[in-house]
């Protein structure tokens, strides 16, 4: 077994530079937010950093999880000296592009791998890799992504007002309001014929190895999302459980691809 967080799997000089290299090097995206709702360590691409540490998490865990050499290999190529994934990004040749790391040759070192960079399979370090680790995936088939758009949608306020997080997410001049139970639930109703009409307006997320799908949720302006309603597929309905500030939405619909409906693609730059 190895581990599947990125940090405490090798050193990595130089975090923020070598993200801001990934960025110039893979095809044009929106990596930042315009108007950053919350402060984060790494103001230029926070949503590149949660994609790439959500990849390897995902790699090495399909990894571990795999019964035989060969079909581990397929999500991270690992042997004495070096080892790789693939980050689901590709270049301005599209060509793929891997995460590298060399064994660690600092004797005082905890850890066994140097993090060397993100290159293509051209690279020098690449030359003794076979087989190239393949793309991260997602059978949306397997996970029930098809969103059906006839399809009630059930909402647990009770669970949502009382959770301190879940309240935090609501627009604080809101917050307070007597009849915020009804208005959820209208706004979450709103979305639903919203997306009975137009579904493009959902969009998944990968949630604990299950899809989930997230709704823009209108309580102020009609014609402007909120926040973001998680909801889980039932058996014949979908239930709402959880708010998520947009900034929120973003960053999990990233893992799975990018997102493109309009009330996610505004908050990004």
Same mark, same amino acid.
């Not at 795999?66 to 991270?76: G, P």
């Not at 909402?155 to 669970?159: F, G, L, Q, T």
């Not at 109703?189 to 919203?194: D, L, P």
């Not at 969009?203 to 709704?215: A, G």
């Given at each position: 077994?190895?581990?599947?967080?990125?940090?405490d !799997? $090798? &050193?990595?000089?130089?975090?923020?530079?070598?993200?801001?290299?990934l960025?110039? /090097?893979?095809?044009?995206? $929106?990596?930042?937010?315009k108007k950053p709702? &919350?402060?984060?360590?790494?103001?230029?691409?926070?949503?590149l950093e949660r994609?790439?540490q *959500?990849?390897f998490h995902?790699q /090495?865990s399909?990894? =571990?999880l795999?019964?035989?050499?060969?079909?581990?290999?397929?999500?991270?190529f690992?042997?004495?000296?070096?080892a790789? !994934? *693939? #980050?689901?990004l590709? =270049?301005q040749?599209?060509k $793929?592009?891997?995460?590298?790391?060399? @064994?660690?040759r600092?004797?005082?070192?905890t850890?066994?791998?140097f !993090?060397?960079?993100f290159?293509?399979?051209?690279?020098?370090?690449?030359?003794?890799?076979e087989?190239?680790?393949l793309?991260?995936? &997602?059978d949306m088939?397997?996970?029930?992504?098809? &969103?059906? @758009? %006839?399809?009630?949608?059930r909402?647990?306020?009770? *669970?949502i007002?009382?959770?301190?997080e879940?309240l935090?997410?609501?627009?604080?001049?809101?917050?307070?309001?007597?009849?915020?139970?009804? +208005? +959820?639930e209208?706004?979450v109703?709103?979305?639903?014929?919203?997306a009975?009409?137009?579904?493009t307006?959902v969009?998944? @997320?990968?949630?604990?190895?299950?899809?989930? !799908?997230?709704?823009p949720?209108?309580? /102020?302006?009609m014609?402007?999302?909120?926040l $973001?309603?998680a909801?889980s597929?039932?058996?014949?309905?979908?239930l %709402? *459980?959880?708010?998520?500030t947009?900034?929120?939405?973003? +960053?999990?619909?990233?893992?799975?691809?990018k997102?493109?409906?309009p009330?996610? #693609?505004?908050l990004?730059?």
């Open positions: 077994m190895i581990t599947e967080d990125l940090f !799997f $090798a &050193y990595i000089p130089d975090w923020y530079e070598q993200l801001e290299i960025k110039k /090097t893979a095809l044009p995206e $929106a990596w930042s937010f709702q &919350y402060t984060y360590k790494n103001e230029k691409t926070p949503i994609y790439i *959500h990849v995902r /090495t399909k990894y =571990n795999a019964k035989e050499k060969r079909q581990a290999e397929k999500y991270l690992i042997n004495t000296e070096l790789c !994934f *693939h #980050t689901g590709y =270049n040749r599209y $793929a592009i891997y995460g590298v790391f060399s @064994q660690n600092k004797p005082e070192s850890f066994r791998w !993090f060397q960079g290159v293509d399979e051209m690279s020098p370090y690449m030359m003794q890799v087989p190239l680790p793309k991260p995936t &997602y088939a397997q996970y029930g992504a098809q &969103y059906n @758009q %006839g399809w009630k949608i909402v647990n306020v009770e *669970h007002l009382s959770d301190k879940n935090e997410r609501i627009p604080p001049k809101i917050r307070k309001v007597k009849n915020l139970p009804l +208005l +959820l209208m706004g109703e709103y979305a639903r014929r919203k009975s009409v137009d579904y307006i969009v998944p @997320q990968l949630y604990r190895d299950r899809v989930q !799908f997230l709704l949720i209108c309580l /102020t302006n014609e402007k999302a909120d $973001a309603m909801i597929t039932m058996d014949g309905y979908y %709402g *459980h959880t708010c998520l947009l900034e929120m939405a973003y +960053l999990n619909a990233r893992m799975l691809g997102p493109a409906a009330w996610l #693609t505004s990004v730059k």
